[in-house]
């Protein structure tokens, strides 16, 4: 396409998925194939169903000391969206009628979003926080949205589309004396940035197996021990996990959770030093090309996510010059929406300049060379949109 040379397929999309670590993979085989681990965990009269219990019981407990946490407090979902709707309208709406104050910001994932708007609909005032220019919102803005009837607060850790990392401690130190329920998502943050210990003044964290190297489909909501902390559930029906996430648990699924979460909170610094060397090498290799911007903090973000514009050239041109790199336009739970980015709107992009963007990021397989070839196909696919934007101008009469 464009006249541009082939090029295999490479993968830099780390930030929408990953693939499953052999080790998760073969945790997971073994509950799926071996022993009487196919029971339900909720029959324990039978050794069937306490063997599957059993794993259960010590998967939790491994996400809990990756974490800091005791295993209790650790609730089964399908995802970081399940987890960040049970948290959000679990909140809101445990107690009846009440419609406390909501606050959120504006670049959060649309798994919290959008619950948050669906309650607004329903008459929760909500206080709609925007970031700076880098992407950030500060600890004084939250503080200052804070009201006497403020019942909830919904942040995330890093944030998907910009990697820029929240001042969660900031955060923790404006809540330190209010009432509200602090839930954080932390889907992008879990395995790429010290989360253990968690503040303590956390209330709910939600994550999701599918970014640390685990398989799709189970995701965790971490409760809070302290007072208060209390949810309505989102569906009915058996009352297992304290009533408030009902349903057979899926073992294999859990378990994959739990080797995932080990391997992240073993490798996490080792991790993070290699992928900020590659980040450092990808951004510098991008940067230098005439016209491209990068989008976000430079100094408090994921080094290895890295998020840029280019200016002179289409957005649908150049994701189509770029192919076959796997990456992003923007978050993948938007990937079917031809809008410009929310997220780049949010922190000042005008509309063309966020049709004009792209997210690169990194992972545990990327090696020094793969990084050297995502750079070089970026400088084609520029330099081909940008001629091909030079003859459309050329020819127009």
């Known amino acids: 396409m464009f006249g541009l040379p082939e090029f295999s397929p490479l993968y830099c999309d780390y930030a929408a998925t990953t693939p499953v670590d052999p080790l998760v993979a073969d945790a997971m085989h073994?509950?799926?194939?071996?022993?009487?681990?196919?029971?339900?965990?909720?029959?324990?009269?039978h050794v069937f169903g306490a063997e599957a219990n059993d794993h259960v019981a010590a998967s939790a407990e491994a996400v809990g000391r990756a974490l800091g946490v005791a295993g209790e407090r650790i609730v089964w979902t399908s995802g970081a969206t399940e987890s960040d709707n049970l948290a959000i309208l679990g909140t809101a709406r445990y107690g009846g009628e009440r419609r406390g104050h909501i606050i959120a910001t504006t670049v959060e994932h649309k798994a919290v979003i959008d619950p948050v708007k669906q309650l607004e609909s329903e008459g929760f005032p909500v206080t709609w926080l925007t970031p700076n220019a880098?992407?950030?919102?500060?600890?004084a803005a939250l503080?200052?949205?804070?009201?006497d009837d403020t019942i909830l607060v919904?942040?995330?850790?890093?944030?998907?589309?910009?990697?820029?990392?929240?001042?969660?401690?900031?955060f923790a130190a404006a809540l330190e004396h209010h009432a509200a329920i602090w839930h954080v998502d932390a889907a992008q943050a879990f395995g790429k940035v010290a989360v253990h210990p968690?503040?303590?003044?956390?209330?709910?964290?939600?994550?999701?197996?599918?970014?640390i190297y685990g398989p799709k489909g189970v995701g965790v909501l971490v409760l809070s021990d302290r007072a208060g902390v209390n949810l309505e559930p989102l569906l009915y029906g058996g009352g297992q996990q304290y009533g408030l996430?009902?349903?057979?648990?899926a073992t294999h699924q859990i378990v994959g959770f739990a080797q995932a979460a080990i391997l992240a909170s073993e490798k996490q610094e080792e991790d993070a030093s290699r992928l900020s060397a590659l980040g450092d090498r990808l951004s510098s290799g991008l940067l230098a090309v005439d016209g491209v911007t990068l989008n976000g903090s430079e100094a408090s973000r994921l080094p290895w996510l890295v998020n840029v514009s280019v200016e002179g050239v289409h957005g649908g041109a150049l994701m189509s010059a770029v192919a076959p790199l796997a990456l992003s336009a923007g978050s993948a739970c938007n990937s079917t929406d031809r809008e410009p980015s929310f997220v780049l709107k949010a922190i000042g992009l005008s509309d063309l300049a966020a049709s004009a963007s792209l997210r690169f990021s990194l992972g545990r397989p990327t090696t020094a060379d793969d990084v050297d070839k995502i750079v070089a196909r970026f400088e084609q696919a520029v330099s081909v949109c940008r001629q091909l934007s030079g003859s459309l101008v050329a020819d127009r009469p």
Do not use: C, Q, Y
């Open 30 to 45: 073994r509950v799926l194939t071996g022993g009487r681990a196919f029971g339900n965990p909720s029959s324990s009269s």
């Open 134 to 139: 880098d992407g950030h919102v500060t600890a």
């Open 143 to 147: 503080a200052d949205a804070l009201r």
């Open 154 to 170: 919904s942040t995330m850790w890093v944030n998907n589309e910009l990697g820029t990392i929240s001042d969660i401690r900031g």
């Open 198 to 211: 968690l503040p303590g003044r956390i209330d709910l964290l939600a994550l999701t197996g599918h970014k």
């Open 245 to 249: 996430r009902p349903g057979t648990l």
